[in-house]
C-alpha cells in the first residue's frame, strides 16, 4: 500500500486521486506516493513521484483521449534504447501482470524510473526557474548532449526492423483502403465528384435557377478550368473531361503549368493546344475575351 507524504512536506495537495490508485496497482508492496500536480506545458498530464524498495519513480495519467497505441509505441521505443545499452532513457515499472500501462476510469497511466540530474531550466531575477524556454547552453554540454543523442538514435535502429510485421501489414491495410476509396470514386455521379478549380456561368443561365445557399448549383456549367497537378492519379483529368463535354459543357480548358499551356477543348470539337505566344480567345463562350498565354503564367511559373 502506499503512503502519502504531506501536503505542508511537498508543497502540493493530492490533484488527482485516480494517481493513487494507479500507484497501488504498480507497486503492491510498501511506498511512499507524493503528488506532483499537473504539468508545467499544456498536455493536460498530471505527476506523482514514488518511492518504492526498487527505486523512485515518476507515475503519470495522461492526459484524457491520449491514444494507447501511441503510448504502447513510446514504451517499446524506451525499452528497444535500454535494450541497445543507453541508460539515458528511463526503465519502466510493470503491473503483477507484467503490463507497463494501467487503465483506470478512461485514463492511461504508467510509471517511468526517476532519472538522476537536474533540469536545464532557464531563470530569471523576476519570474525564477522557467522551464520549457530555449537558453545558450556552454559547449562542453552541448558536447555531451549531442553524443547522448546520437547513442540514442544508435540504440533504437533495431526498433523498425521488430516491427517490420506490424509496419508492413499497415502498410497493407492502407494501400487496401487506397483502392477501396479509388474504386468507390469512379462510381460516383458526376455531379459529385466533377469539380472544376474554375468556373464560368453566364448572367443568362443564372437568371434560369434559383442558387442554393449550400450544395451543388443546378446547372451545367459554360466553361470550366482545371489546373492540373502531377500528383493526381492517372486517368483522374480524362475522366473529368469526358464527363464536362458529356453533360454539356461548352468550353474546358486545362492548364499545365509545366508545360507553360493551355489546351481548349469543345464539345465535337478537335482539342487546340495553346502555348507561348499563343493568344487564348473566349469565342462564343466568353465574347470579346482573349488573354495572351504567357499572360496566364507570368514570372511565377
Not at 517499446?76 to 503483477?96: D, I
Not at 470514386?185 to 443568362?204: G, I, K, N, R
Not at 434559383?210 to 446547372?219: D, F, K, R
Request: contains cysteine; negative net charge; glycine residues 10%.
Amino acid at each position: 500500500m502506499s503512503e502519502e507524504k504531506g501536503a505542508a512536506e511537498n508543497g502540493h495537495h493530492l490533484a488527482v486521486p485516480e494517481l493513487r490508485d494507479a500507484a497501488d496497482v504498480f507497486f503492491q508492496g510498501s511506498c511512499v506516493f507524493s503528488s506532483l500536480g499537473g504539468s508545467s506545458g499544456f498536455s493536460g498530464s498530471s505527476f506523482a513521484r514514488v518511492e518504492d524498495t526498487v527505486g523512485s519513480w515518476c507515475l503519470r495519467r495522461w492526459p484524457d483521449g491520449f491514444d494507447e497505441r501511441s503510448l504502447r509505441f513510446i514504451h517499446r521505443t524506451l525499452m528497444s534504447s535500454r535494450a541497445g545499452g543507453f541508460t539515458g532513457v528511463p526503465g519502466l515499472a510493470r503491473t503483477s501482470g507484467g503490463d507497463t500501462i494501467v487503465q483506470l476510469d478512461g485514463y492511461l497511466f504508467d510509471a517511468q524510473e526517476w532519472l538522476p540530474g537536474a533540469p536545464t531550466s532557464a531563470s530569471s531575477r523576476w519570474e525564477g526557474l522557467a522551464p520549457n524556454q530555449v537558453q545558450p547552453l556552454p559547449p562542453q554540454q552541448l558536447a555531451t548532449l549531442g553524443a547522448s543523442l546520437a547513442f540514442y538514435h544508435v540504440s533504437t535502429t533495431g526498433l523498425i526492423s521488430r516491427y517490420e510485421d506490424e509496419r508492413m501489414a499497415l502498410t497493407q491495410r492502407l494501400n487496401e483502403v487506397s483502392e477501396d476509396v479509388n474504386a468507390r470514386y469512379d462510381t460516383l455521379p458526376p455531379c459529385v465528384w466533377a469539380q472544376p478549380d474554375v468556373f464560368f456561368v453566364s448572367t443568362e443561365l443564372l437568371r434560369q435557377i434559383q442558387i442554393p445557399e449550400t450544395g451543388y448549383w443546378p446547372v451545367v456549367l459554360d466553361l470550366v478550368v482545371e489546373v492540373l497537378s502531377p500528383s493526381e492519379r492517372p486517368g483522374y483529368y480524362e475522366a473529368k473531361l469526358k464527363t464536362y463535354l458529356a453533360v454539356g459543357v461548352r468550353m474546358v480548358l486545362m492548364v499545365s503549368p509545366p508545360a507553360r499551356s493551355v489546351t481548349v477543348y469543345t464539345p465535337g470539337g478537335e482539342p487546340q493546344e495553346l502555348r507561348a505566344g499563343d493568344t487564348l480567345d473566349g469565342g462564343d463562350v466568353l465574347r470579346g475575351f482573349s488573354v495572351p498565354v504567357d499572360e496566364i503564367f507570368g514570372r511565377g511559373f
